[in-house]
């Protein structure tokens, strides 16, 4: 079941701003204020190259666009959104992910960055799942899901759907927000082959610590933002996870678990990124 947390709890801002403000006044952080605010307009391609286990030899090579995080909303513009857009398209993937987080702070933000969003595609289609942000902006997420399939982008929540190549299927499926929703894995894989290798989409990389089919060879996710301010030597300095900096961003390997982290798009809690660019990813599976 899906577990509800504060909207951008008081105490995380708050801890951020502690943090940042002792930093400052130990003269670690002047002049960077400015550089700060240019930085979270700085989009950056992250290329992965990522193993598979089980991976069927039609999709080695299978190129995946991973978008997440845009949160628009009064912090970023429309002209930003179009610019990850056409980033992430000029980058020609075979599919296209997104994984939640597309609104911040107003429900009048979600029609305009779907009508954006809907310019995407590619040849194995576009799907996603929805963030605890869309779920603060649209309650009952009836608008968004209108909007989502408008865009032409497959909702996965607790769902699966069969991706063919060449004769062979890789399955992509996904589940409801850690913090906002319910995760019903169980239900969005009946049917699939015990031997089939699966990718998943969950918002929140925590979900990983309650993952157990291994029938899923790897989670994209993203929600951490990958810190959004990131010091030398200090490292992230607020990371939304119960698992400290675990999931801060970039590929996680966890036993026979991986998880993908993107950094993201847009920002939450302060509107600034710090030695932390905003990123689309693109991700080559090979077998493994």
Known sequence: ???????????????????????????????????????????????????????PRAFSGLRVGHLTDIHHGPWLGLSDVREAIELVRSLEPDMLVLTGDYVHRGEEYIE?????????????????????????????????????????VVDLTNRTVRVARRGQQLYVAGVGDLWTDEQRLAEALAGVPADAAVIL???????????????????????????????????????????????????????????????GVGMAVMPVRFNCRPEVGLLTLVAG
């Not at 947390?5 to 701003?17: A, D, V, Y």
């Not at 002792?22 to 307009?41: F, K, N, T």
């Not at 009508?115 to 649209?138: I, K, M, T, Y």
């Not at 291994?214 to 959004?228: P, W």
């Open 112 to 152: 305009p960055v779907w009508e954006a969003l809907s310019a995407l595609e590619a040849p194995l289609g576009v799907c996603g799942v929805l963030g605890n942000h869309d779920q603060w902006e649209d309650e009952d997420l009836v608008k968004t899901r209108r909007l989502m399939r408008q865009a032409g």
């Open 1 to 55: 079941m899906g577990r509800h947390r504060p909207k951008e709890g008081s105490m995380t801002r708050r801890s951020f701003l502690k943090r940042a403000g002792c930093l400052l006044a130990a003269g670690l952080l002047p002049g960077s204020v400015g550089y700060s605010l240019y930085e979270r307009h700085w989009l950056r391609v992250d290329r992965s190259t990522i193993a598979i286990p089980g991976l």
């Open 201 to 263: 989409l969950s918002h929140n990389p925590d979900y990983n610590e309650e993952l157990n089919d291994r029938r899923v060879k790897l989670m994209l996710a993203g929600h951490t933002h990958g810190g959004q301010v990131v010091l030398p030597l200090l490292g992230a300095l607020v990371t939304p996870s119960a698992h400290g900096r675990k999931y801060v961003g970039g590929l996680v390997r966890d036993g026979w678990k991986q998880v993908y982290v993107s950094r």
